[in-house]
């Protein structure tokens, strides 16, 4: 079973407590390992789209090609139920 980075470091650090800086060292690891890996998935400025579908304002589903192939599309979403 292939374990994740921090299971890895976690099982590390049941067998042995690590110093106060390279714990420090390890979480800072973690937050530059998950911000690379949230930010390679999020589009760049400029970037097409990925085809999707959500329900319209009267909760009918439309598919954003549906929508460009009449023209440019703008995506709003609303806060709760108004």
Do not use: C
């Amino acid at each position: 079973m292939e374990l994740d980075l921090r299971s890895q470091i976690e099982r590390l650090e049941q067998g042995k407590a690590l110093a106060p800086e390279v714990k420090a060292q390890l979480e800072l690891a973690y937050a530059e390992i998950a911000q690379k890996v949230i930010t390679a998935r999020v589009p760049a400025a400029g970037d097409a789209a990925p085809d999707f579908v959500l329900p319209n304002a009267v909760g009918i589903p439309v598919a954003l090609a549906d929508a460009l192939a009449h023209g440019p599309a703008v995506v709003t979403f609303y806060r709760g139920i108004w």
